[in-house]
């Protein structure tokens, strides 16, 4: 049921590794990256709640619930990754990473709601975290081939390296491969006939979506208004490692910028590395988090997973061995297995059935918004707070990560029944 979400998260994992080098490969500037970046949050902010509220109005007999949305949502994801190589300038990339970002969102929020969908409240926690296990192998993969394609593939083709035509190419074939297994081996659940009832006899319309999203915010249970600002502090911090992850290790191992860019390759391939080491990190804890999560609760989980990932972005900066990086990033790949599944064991019980997609969809928001937010003001605290030095956008992440383990363990949410 999940092998799908694989090829989805190694695209998502050129995205975080790959795009802000190729940024920079084209000439932009470290204040410049953050509203480059913009195309991720503002597409999930506008694609994952319509297409949950969408989905969840949707039944074909033949096509189903929610895999025709992640099946176009893939189907996006190759065109781009096939296309971005190609990229001739700073704007024809940005533009390409828009809709990169669309294709990707739409097919991630429906696959959120299909685990909602099939499982008892028993198998819940496994089945989010064995997305988690398929978001660190995803990304573990697509961040290899960052370190292991230079090696073997060298030389520029156009105004990139040769090796990211390689790494985009192959994105494509596992965004699409991946998702139609998927599709091939999952049977989703029909509604019962009182639910396929009241789908013919809703009104549709063009606003009915944007309609549904707004009545699902205004009935929208305690819980959530709680998690949306940890996802706040949460979110904003990775949005700043991902776009200064490279530039700090260069800076912190080889003393370099992007204008040697020579060297700066080795630091981009090294970041790679470090950056499929905490995702292998992720799917080797995924499913120890769920036996924790039973056992104490999903809350305090969160909590101690982002409590370490922030230690490891406070130290990251301040490292000049570059094996020593792995061991500080581990602390992020523990955290990122919980973040990546935990939470959502926090309101699925608080959330009817029938609007599993229409909520996952605002879940997603609660993502997006605070990254909109970092790409309109990262730039500006960047360059005027933090000496326009990745390495302080790296330690700003860490404290930002304090601030989401403090208000994590101020949720109050009843533990998830997983024997109801």
Same mark, same amino acid.
């Given at each position: 049921m999940n092998v799908g979400?694989?090829?989805?998260?190694?695209?998502?994992?050129?995205?975080?590794?790959a795009?802000?080098?190729?940024?920079?490969?084209?000439?932009?500037?470290p204040d410049q990256i953050p509203i480059l970046h913009l195309a991720g949050p503002v597409t999930g902010l506008l694609v994952q709640p319509i297409i949950g509220a969408m989905s969840d109005k949707t039944w074909s007999p033949k096509f189903g619930r929610r895999k025709p949305y992640f099946l176009i949502g893939a189907l996006l994801c190759s065109v781009s990754l096939l296309l971005?190589?190609?990229?001739?300038?700073?704007?024809?990339?940005?533009?390409?990473?828009?809709?990169?970002?669309a294709g990707n969102n739409t097919a991630m929020e429906p696959y959120?709601?299909?685990?909602?969908?099939?499982?008892?409240?028993?198998?819940?926690?496994?089945?989010?975290?064995?997305?988690?296990?398929?978001?660190?192998?995803?990304?573990?993969?697509?961040?290899?081939?960052?370190?292991?394609?230079?090696?073997?593939?060298?030389?520029k083709t156009g105004s990139l390296p040769?090796?990211?035509?390689?790494?985009?190419?192959?994105?494509?074939?596992?965004?699409? =491969?991946?998702?139609?297994?998927?599709? /091939?081996?999952?049977?989703?659940? &029909?509604?019962?006939?009182?639910? %396929? +009832? @009241?789908?013919?006899?809703?009104?549709?319309?063009?606003? =009915?979506?944007?309609?549904?999203?707004? /009545?699902?915010?205004?009935?929208? &249970?305690?819980?959530?208004?709680? %998690? +949306? @600002?940890?996802?706040?502090?949460?979110?904003?911090a990775l949005f700043c490692y991902w776009q200064n992850a /490279?530039?700090?290790?260069?800076?912190?191992?080889?003393?370099?910028?992007? +204008?040697?860019?020579?060297?700066?390759?080795e630091a981009v391939s090294w970041t790679g590395l470090i950056n499929g080491w905490y995702n292998v990190v992720t799917f080797l804890v995924a499913f120890a988090l769920v036996g924790f999560a039973k056992k104490y609760s999903p809350k305090l989980v969160h909590a101690v997973c982002l409590l370490l990932a922030a230690a490891g972005f406070l130290v990251f900066p301040h490292i000049s061995d570059k094996s020593f990086l792995l061991f500080a990033i581990t602390g992020f790949g523990i955290g990122w297995a919980s973040m990546m599944g935990i939470p959502y064991l926090m309101v699925i019980s608080n959330i009817p059935k029938e609007r599993y997609g229409v909520y996952m969809g605002i879940i997603n928001m609660m993502i997006v918004i605070p990254m909109i937010f970092q790409t309109l003001t990262f730039g500006f605290v960047l360059k005027n707070f933090l000496g326009n030095d990745p390495?302080?956008?790296?330690?700003?992440?860490?404290?930002?990560?304090?601030?989401?383990?403090?208000?994590?363990?101020?949720?109050?949410?009843?533990?998830?029944?997983?024997?109801?």
């Open positions: 979400f694989f090829g989805i998260q190694y695209s998502f994992g050129l995205q975080q590794s795009v802000t080098p190729i940024y920079d490969f084209l000439g932009a500037t971005f190589p190609f990229s001739s300038s700073l704007w024809m990339a940005a533009g390409l990473l828009w809709i990169l970002d959120r709601a299909l685990i909602a969908d099939k499982l008892i409240p028993e198998q819940q926690p496994t089945g989010f975290q064995m997305q988690s296990f398929f978001t660190g192998l995803g990304q573990v993969l697509a961040n290899l081939s960052i370190v292991v394609f230079p090696i073997f593939i060298i030389g040769t090796w990211v035509y390689a790494s985009f190419f192959l994105g494509a074939a596992f965004s699409i =491969g991946s998702v139609l297994w998927s599709n /091939s081996k999952t049977e989703e659940i &029909p509604p019962t006939d009182k639910e %396929l +009832a @009241l789908m013919r006899a809703e009104r549709r319309s063009f606003l =009915g979506p944007l309609i549904e999203i707004v /009545s699902a915010i205004k009935d929208m &249970p305690k819980v959530m208004w709680q %998690l +949306a @600002l940890v996802y706040f502090f949460q979110w904003y /490279s530039k700090s290790v260069a800076l912190s191992v080889w003393n370099v910028t992007p +204008a040697n860019e020579e060297v700066y390759n390495r302080n956008a790296i330690t700003f992440a860490g404290a930002l990560l304090i601030l989401a383990t403090i208000v994590t363990l101020f949720i109050q949410s009843r533990k998830p029944s997983l024997h109801e």
